[in-house]
């Protein structure tokens, strides 16, 4: 029975970045899972599609894709936490609601720590609601502060905020944020690591390197 509890804990991680300001209001944890079944032409993460196998090794941070428990990424998230308040994680891919049981177990655990939380998906509201493994997370109290849902659609560009197409929408589930609170600094954030790694996010292409 424990080694199926542990198994269920069991995250595809693509990438995370420990602070962020451009996914979503205040300073945020950035996870972003690895694996969707969507493959919407067009994706800008389209090197999280790909599901992780099996056997693929254990995630290496910042962006060594692979498996990683669940309690050791809340692990990660309460110590940066610590050294300097959060204000909630942002999770992004990839599809998280492909992976039910380690999103819901990450999301319980970061709520549990008075962090708020973003989801990303390419699923719709209703979609998810509709499905037994999804409405748990909206009832009988929200999990997720923030939804933006719906499949991305190349043919209906935006930038504005939080969606990339306009399609997709911004619903907020609990009274913690208001409309407001989602003017971001901008669509695109540059982060240099300390030992000088450069990580691009955010809800445009990055630049491409100059020759």
């Not at 109290?141 to 929408?169: C, F, H, M, T, W």
Request: hydrophobic content about 35%.
């Amino acid at each position: 029975m424990l080694d199926e509890r542990r198994e269920s804990a069991r995250l595809a991680l693509h990438a995370i970045v420990p602070r962020t300001t451009t996914n979503g209001p205040g300073a945020r944890y950035g996870i972003w899972v690895q694996g969707c079944v969507r493959h919407c032409p067009g994706c800008i993460n389209s090197a999280t599609l790909e599901p992780l196998g099996p056997d693929d090794p254990y995630f290496e941070p910042p962006a060594n894709k692979g498996w990683i428990d669940v309690d050791q990424l809340l692990r990660w998230i309460k110590n940066e936490h610590m050294k300097e308040p959060l204000e909630g994680i942002t999770v992004s891919g990839g599809e998280p609601f492909d992976q039910k049981e380690p999103l819901y177990e990450l999301l319980l655990g970061a709520k549990r720590e008075g962090l708020s939380t973003l989801v990303f998906t390419g699923y719709t509201k209703e979609e998810l609601l509709g499905h037994p493994g999804g409405r748990r997370f909206f009832k009988p109290e929200p999990l997720i502060d923030i939804l933006v849902d719906g499949a991305y659609d190349r043919n209906k560009p935006v930038e504005n905020g939080l969606r990339r197409s306009a399609n997709q929408r911004i619903i907020l589930l609990t009274d913690r944020y208001k409309d407001s609170d989602l003017n971001l600094p901008g669509p695109l954030e540059c982060i240099i690591e300390p030992d000088g790694t450069i990580i691009y996010t955010g809800f445009v292409a990055p630049p491409t390197a100059m020759g």
